[in-house]
């Protein structure tokens, strides 16, 4: 059974940085596409970062890039988001997720908040 544990979320000041963590397990990680995707209240699910197998490719969309950086270990099966200078509008749940789009399997994701 897939399990992806995220941990790291809290709430901070605007221009403040947290780092999020996922724990997997029960399948093999290296095999997968890893990404994180975040919901804030009342809007759809946005897919923030994702990262290839091996690491060596990262994407972001526009409204992160530059302020946040994905990671992966394979040794470790840990998935990791570094987010700098963080806004009110990164406020969102943030979830960890094998693969992306329709047939991604997400966690139960942790809660961001931004603010003053």
């Known amino acids: 059974e897939v399990h992806l544990v995220e941990s790291g979320g809290g709430s901070v000041q605007p221009g403040g940085s947290l780092r999020l963590s996922c724990a997997a397990s029960?399948?093999?990680?290296?095999?997968?596409?890893m990404a994180w995707a975040r919901q804030a209240p009342g809007k759809e699910l946005e897919w923030v970062a994702k990262?290839?197998?091996?690491?060596?490719?990262?994407s972001y969309s526009e409204s992160v890039k530059g302020r946040f950086t994905i990671a992966r270990d394979n040794r470790r099966n840990t998935l990791t988001l570094q987010m700098n200078n963080l806004k009110p509008e990164d406020t969102a749940v943030y979830f960890c997720?094998?693969?992306?789009?329709?047939?991604?399997?997400r966690g139960q994701g942790t809660q961001v908040t931004v603010s003053s």
């Open positions: 997720s094998r693969d992306w789009g329709p047939s991604s399997i």
């Open positions: 990262i290839t197998k091996d690491g060596g490719v990262t």
């Open positions: 029960g399948f093999t990680f290296w095999y997968y596409v």
